[in-house]
């Protein structure tokens, strides 16, 4: 008897030495399989290794320096821009921005083309001092511009410059990191970079009486009145604005005219060496811009057509100021720069269907668009 139950002893013993080897072998082999995941997943995604530590997002050493040469290569090709030669020390001038016409500009293509603002550069064939991040001086022509979306397009005699890419200001989104570059309050302060989010998208703002600008992306990035005309980026260095203006009775509440509006006029410049401008001849407001007009004006989409041109293309097509355009061939439209966007792309001569909404009812009328000078 004693020597069975000292052979069931024994048998016990080597089922649990078996148990406790095979659980010992488990563990050592997981950790070892943990341990090659995450040092495979670190060295996929070097750049992507954001900690967290009591709540609060740490950027990698790799991260932060990727973005800190993303914003190098960006403020290379953000320009200083003047209406007078003489630029004089603006940080001691009252109003200097006025006096002397100071802002920022954005080199959009290597062979001298720049992307500013017009209340910046002045209109179509004016001219406008530019200087480079390089300290060089260059006599620009403003080749094109667009007082509604206060944007224009300058062209100087430089080539091999570095220059911007755009991104999609269709696809930001409330939230994301941006970052502004300009001159804030002179050329003393020249590529001023500030960062902040995008505080929310499609704004529009009075400017001034029955002046108004809409689809604008809002911001909490400080800009000054000189950065007008610079680039308003993400972190992966992609332009999706322009700043252009700030609302002075509130602290971080900046404006910037979204990238896709212009996008058109540069890709034209870019295959053919000029832009030959179409225009459909009106003007209208988005909703959002409606309350500050009329608060009996009421519709669910589209844009109101509140000025038609008396001797632009569709004073005579069949077109009423106050109806609404919900789409342009068969393109549905929800803000006036979509449709600007959408002509940029065609040429004079182009015939485009509006659909419109008149009393409650939808028409159909065509028109030939005209060439803007």
């Not at 006096?99 to 500013?116: D, W």
């Not at 620009?140 to 007082?147: M, Q, Y």
Request: hydrophobic share 35%; with cysteine; glycine share 8%.
């Amino acid at each position: 008897m004693a020597g069975y139950k000292m052979n069931r002893f024994k048998d016990l013993l080597k089922a649990t030495g078996i148990v406790l080897l095979i659980s010992i072998v488990s563990i050592l082999m997981y950790d070892i399989y943990i341990n090659i995941e995450v040092d495979n997943y670190q060295k996929d995604n070097k750049d992507i290794t954001a900690t967290r530590t009591s709540g609060e997002i740490q950027l990698s050493e790799n991260e932060e320096t990727s973005i800190v040469d993303i914003i190098e290569n960006v403020s290379d090709a953000t320009v200083g821009i003047s209406k007078l030669k003489d630029k004089g020390t603006s940080i001691f001038a009252d109003n200097s921005t006025k006096q002397l016409g100071l802002g920022t500009g954005v080199i959009v293509l290597e062979n001298g083309y720049i992307l500013s603002n017009e209340h910046v550069s002045g209109a179509k064939y004016s001219s406008c001092y530019v200087t480079t991040s390089d300290g060089k001086e260059y006599t620009g022509t403003v080749i094109w511009s667009d007082e509604n979306v206060d944007l224009s397009i300058i062209k100087i005699n430089a080539t091999n410059l570095p220059y911007v890419s755009l991104g999609n200001s269709e696809q930001i989104k409330i939230g994301q990191s941006v970052y502004a570059i300009g001159n804030p309050i002179g050329f003393e302060f020249q590529r001023t970079v500030t960062n902040g989010i995008i505080s929310a998208k499609n704004r529009a703002v009075k400017i001034e009486d029955n002046v108004y600008m809409s689809d604008l992306i809002q911001t909490d990035a400080t800009i000054n009145p000189g950065n007008s005309g610079g680039p308003l980026i993400t972190n992966t260095g992609e332009v999706i604005g322009i700043n252009s203006v700030k609302i002075n009775s509130a602290e971080g509440i900046g404006f910037a005219i979204p990238i896709n509006v212009v996008k058109p006029v540069i890709e034209k410049i870019k295959q053919n060496g000029n832009f030959e401008e179409a225009t459909i001849g009106i003007f209208g407001f988005d909703k959002e811009v409606i309350p500050y007009l009329d608060s009996a004006i009421e519709f669910d989409n589209g844009i109101y057509v509140a000025q038609i041109s008396l001797d632009g293309p569709s004073a005579n097509s069949g077109l009423k100021v106050g109806d609404v355009i919900i789409s342009i061939d068969e393109y549905v439209v929800d803000k006036m720069n979509e449709i600007r966007e959408y002509i940029y792309e065609k040429n004079p001569g182009d015939t485009v269907s509006l659909r419109v909404l008149r009393n409650k009812k939808e028409i159909d009328i065509s028109v030939v668009l005209g060439r803007k000078s």
